[in-house]
């Protein structure tokens, strides 16, 4: 079955999960140059959907100051980049203005060490700091490690037509079947 383009949503951004980062691991924000940076963590990360210089500065059209506070980068121990997520924004979905969870990745050699849910709060409590109060996100139907992680997060199936009532039914029922594996 081909993947599908799915849509979740946060009506609210309170309640978000506390999540502190292991030790040595820290978070700094977008500086110039770090469009090269975000780049590489995606080359590695990112094996489904593709990215480009083209591709970054169409997602994040936006000045260096809206970058500086919005993109971050997630450091390992020695103060390398190892992963990235922007608290993004989008004045018009569904005609109503949105944070916005955008291109969460982490590199393989560091996945599976409790980082990602650190990082996402880290994205909502500045979406908060910005003067956000919902989000929403988009993301792909085979791309169940990532929806289970933003379901932790309390963001739910935003469900508008049949076909994605049905695209979520299937989603669900792969991931409660990861859950029981
Ligand atoms: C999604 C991604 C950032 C998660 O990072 P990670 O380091 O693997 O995640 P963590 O080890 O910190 O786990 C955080 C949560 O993610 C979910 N998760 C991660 N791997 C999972 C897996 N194999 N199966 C099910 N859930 C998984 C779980 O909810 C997990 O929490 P839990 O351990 O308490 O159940 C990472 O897999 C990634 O970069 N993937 C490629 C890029 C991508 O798909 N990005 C999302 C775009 S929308």
Not at 64 to 89: H, K, M, N, V, Y
Not at 101 to 124: D, E, F, S
Request: with cysteine; aromatic share 10%.
């Amino acid at each position: 079955m081909e993947p599908q383009r799915v849509t979740m949503i946060r009506h609210t951004l309170s309640g978000i999960p506390q999540h502190a980062l292991p030790p040595g691991y820290s978070i700094r924000w977008y500086r110039p140059g770090d469009r090269e940076t975000w780049l590489r963590i995606h080359a590695l990360a990112e094996k489904e959907v593709p990215t480009s210089a083209a591709i970054y500065e169409a997602q994040f059209a936006a000045d260096e100051p809206e970058r500086a506070r919005r993109q971050a980068f997630l450091l390992d121990p020695l103060g390398g980049e190892i992963g990235t997520a922007s608290a993004w924004f989008n004045a018009d979905h569904h005609g109503m203005p949105f944070g916005r969870v955008h291109w969460v990745a982490i590199a393989p050699a560091h996945q599976g060490k409790g980082l990602a849910k650190p990082l996402l709060a880290a994205i909502c409590h500045r979406l908060i700091e910005i003067g956000h109060d919902r989000a929403y996100l988009t993301t792909w139907s085979n791309k169940l490690p990532a929806i289970h992680l933003y379901l932790a997060f309390g963001f739910e199936p935003e469900i508008r037509a049949e076909e994605e009532r049905q695209a979520w039914k299937s989603i669900l029922d792969r991931i409660s079947g990861l859950k029981r594996a």
